[in-house]
């Protein structure tokens, strides 16, 4: 009896434990927490461990060029300091970075010395970054070069989807190509087709599918910045090498960023295409097991983010464009409370879900 008691008053100890653990770390709002170390954007993001890795992108002056950097700076949401990585061996902005197995891989962009199109060379380089060893390997080339598509990892296989190809009046072209790479062996294999051509607005990954969400279409108009945004949301099973239409987007945006916590897809600020560009601040939750929607807190201000990152429950944004085509270095982070933790014994392993006090979370809305 008394065993049992023991067993009892344990149990409520550990379950105690967890609860004001997840309550001092979960979060309700944004909050700034560093600066980029250099004022740049178009870079791409990567998690390895308790890092994060800011690649590439192009120095902010008044969009003029030289477009392209191989710097390499790391963000360690641990002590919330940078250190720089060892340079990318090719300059570009634009490019798509993948993990798999602890590796960084980075794929396409583009470079250039100005803002004139005849300077531009696309890339079609793969280079792959070990973090452990701070040094760049390079890969077999991509069968096309592109820039502005999409990119999603599924049981160590990486998949490019969408995005532009060719450069100069004329030769740009929005594709519905998906091109497959196996880091294990270094080569490449052709997918089926994307329903839509586009430049994606978002890749996502949840369980065994990707996710393609919004974007621009084709034809490209004529006139910059006439661009009708796309609603849809497509999803590929890999295992079927099937696509899937899901329900459209609950705010029709672009220029969003986007991660996934815990099964469900956060689409980050961004710009509405009503009466010119404008910026917004919502932070649109996406539920692809029910296909419903959600808003979690908004932004500070509306602005569209250069690229966010996700790790252990938070989401990090870094820098931004606001209103007016403001620049800001500023790192936001959110945190919703989700935490992953390593089972040891028969302990509880989801404690995002044993939150004493949570609000309760946001309606969810079903789009019509």
Do not use: C
Not at 138 to 153: A, N, Q, W
């Amino acid at each position: 009896m008394k065993s049992v008691k023991k067993l009892i008053v344990m149990g409520a100890i550990v379950l105690l434990l967890l609860l004001m653990q997840t309550e001092s770390f979960a979060g309700e709002e944004w909050q700034r927490i560093t600066q980029l170390p250099t004022k740049r954007w178009e870079f791409s993001t990567a998690v390895v461990d308790d890092k994060i890795y800011l690649i590439g992108g192009s120095l902010f002056e008044n969009h003029v060029g030289p477009f392209g950097l191989s710097t390499v700076e790391v963000y360690d949401t641990q002590t919330n300091t940078w250190q720089r990585g060892a340079d990318m061996p090719t300059p570009r902005t634009n490019a798509k970075a993948a993990v798999v197995d602890g590796t960084i891989y980075v794929f396409g962009g583009y470079n250039s010395k100005d803002k004139f199109l005849q300077n531009w060379k696309m890339a079609d380089h793969v280079e792959a970054y070990d973090p452990l060893t701070d040094t760049w390997t390079r890969k077999k080339e991509m069968p096309i070069s592109r820039f502005y598509f999409g990119l999603g990892v599924v049981a160590g296989t990486v998949y490019l989807i969408g995005g532009t190809t060719g450069l100069g009046e004329g030769q740009e072209q929005r594709m519905d190509r998906v091109d497959i790479y196996d880091p294990a062996t270094d080569t490449w294999a052709k997918g089926p087709k994307m329903p839509t051509r586009r430049n994606p607005g978002g890749v996502a990954v949840v369980s065994t599918r990707i996710y393609v969400i919004g974007g621009e279409g084709w034809p490209i108009p004529q006139v910059w910045g006439a661009d009708q945004f796309l609603g849809s949301i497509e999803a590929y099973d890999p295992i079927n090498r099937q696509w899937e239409k899901k329900k459209d987007l609950l705010e029709l945006k672009n220029w969003f960023s986007s991660v996934v916590v815990e099964g469900a897809i956060y689409l980050i600020g961004g710009y509405t295409h009503e009466g010119g560009f404008q910026e917004v601040a919502t932070v649109n939750v996406y539920h692809p097991r029910t296909e419903t929607w959600q808003e979690i807190s908004a932004l500070p201000n509306p602005l569209g983010p250069f690229d966010a990152a996700t790790l252990n429950g938070k989401i990090y944004v870094f820098g931004s464009l606001g209103a007016g085509g403001q620049f800001s270095t500023d790192v936001l982070v959110y945190d919703t409370g989700f935490r992953a933790v390593e089972a040891t014994g028969k302990l509880l392993t989801r404690w995002g879900e044993l939150k004493a006090k949570h609000p309760s979370p946001p309606k969810e809305t079903n789009n019509p």
